[in-house]
């Protein structure tokens, strides 16, 4: 990634937003002095924290607390549209130091709208105040639907390699046994470890990173349905239809050309989500 054309910690404005076209890049970990709002209206990111990773595809935005480490990870072009806020202006803040939800129709107008008000804006601008503060008061609001569609993050190597073996090989017949030797562990060790690190089985992440490897595959522009669920390991367009049914509310089908003509959920896709 080149160098940012901004000092975003540096810009004196209590709040605006940065609009940035990205190419393919893994970001270095860092953290900002404001609070930030990450959405891309086009394309996929992949969010990591220090102990959870997301994935962010177009309707979805992710609330990151001020001092907050992260990274971030993109595969395809992106347009990405941040907006940081000074922490006196968000009075109640959603808990924990990330959230991410569903974007709803007033929330994305606004995010794209606040492009208005870039770094170099006044320091002082009434309108801009006035809009930014609407929009932090209602950001509890709509991170309050927080999405529970992420991954833990290994905090010993041995269950990172665990996690990395088996994101790279989503695609294949991978066994159990298969993740503990990548991890050079036994297999009871390195269920203990999912267990005590991630709160989770390596068969729900295997399944949960399955799932969003298909959300970002069809977010990609000529995505097909039947070569994405081969591509994430699964034999039959059925088998692959019902998990992704039971894990989004929503059909591969559905999803696509949802994503592709940038509209939002169902209401029964949301609610059914959002129960998981």
């Known amino acids: 990634m080149p160098k940012p054309l901004v000092d975003v910690d540096a810009v004196e404005a209590p709040a605006f937003c940065l609009a940035d076209e990205l190419l393919p890049f893994t970001s270095a970990w860092h953290s900002h002095r404001k609070h930030q709002l990450l959405y891309s209206s086009q394309g996929v990111i992949h969010l990591e924290v220090e102990r959870e990773q997301w ?11 001020s001092g907050t480490r992260h990274r971030i990870r993109v595969s395809q072009p992106v347009s990405l549209r941040t907006v940081y806020l000074e922490p006196k202006l968000v009075r109640v803040p959603p808990e924990g130091e990330c959230r991410v939800f569903t974007i709803e129709p007033l ?3 606004m995010l794209l709208y606040s492009t208005r008000w870039g770094p170099e804006r006044p320091p002082r601008d009434a309108l801009a105040d006035g809009f930014f503060g609407t929009l932090a008061l209602l950001l509890s609001e709509w991170a309050s639907g927080a999405q529970e569609w992420r991954l833990p993050r290994a905090r010993t190597p041995e269950l990172e390699r665990a996690m ?8 294949e017949p991978i066994s159990f046994e298969d993740a503990a030797r990548a991890a050079r562990l036994s297999g009871r060790t390195l269920s203990r470890r999912f267990e005590e690190e991630a709160q989770t089985t390596w068969r729900r992440f295997l399944h949960d990173a399955r799932m969003l490897r298909a959300m970002e595959l069809l977010a990609e522009e000529g995505a097909r349905v039947t070569q994405t669920a081969y591509a994430v390991g699964f034999e039959s367009l059925a088998s692959f239809t019902h998990a992704f049914h039971a894990f989004t509310g929503e059909r591969p089908r559905d999803f696509r050309q949802r994503v592709a003509r940038g509209s939002e959920p169902s209401l029964r896709a949301a609610a059914s989500s959002s129960i998981r």
């Open 107 to 109: 929330a994305r107008e």
């Open 55 to 65: 994935l962010l595809p177009p309707q979805r935005a992710a609330w990151l607390r």
């Open 164 to 171: 990395a073996f088996t994101l790279n090989h989503l695609g």
